[in-house]
């Protein structure tokens, strides 16, 4: 059940962002901008993980840091665009949203992988 929860926390909590984007008065578009980005970017990150296994460790960490700064790029530059070109209040809601759920997505990954290495007491390290 806990694995379960650090793996979907990102997408339990880009869904309770949505009523607090409401009650706050925002505009749900920057909110649905912001959580598509999100869940993107994601699809992407766990696509890059999968493609990197069976690869080199400096082959795979490549793949991974290329990865993860072209979807920071990307991302950014989406941000900028809509908040430029459509609406500054979606733009900076989307922004929001995405950072939240981005953030807890890492901590969720974070945690998961703490537990996967734990190493049991009295095991030889």
Request: proline share 2%; glycine share 12%; aromatic share 12%.
């Amino acid at each position: 059940m806990a694995k379960a929860l650090l793996s979907g926390i990102g997408i339990i909590v880009g869904v309770l962002t949505l009523p607090i984007v409401l009650v706050a008065g925002g505009d749900w578009s920057g909110w649905f901008i912001g959580f598509l980005l999100w869940c993107v970017n994601w699809g992407i990150s766990i696509t890059t993980a999968k493609w990197s296994f069976g690869l080199s460790a400096t082959a795979a960490v490549g793949m991974s840091g290329v990865s993860f700064i072209a979807r920071a790029w990307l991302t950014a530059l989406v941000l900028f665009v809509i908040a430029l070109r459509y609406s500054e209040e979606a733009g900076l809601i989307a922004a929001g949203v995405f950072i939240t759920c981005f953030t807890f997505d890492l901590l969720g990954r974070t945690a998961l992988y703490a537990q996967r290495s734990r190493v049991p007491k009295g095991a030889p390290q």
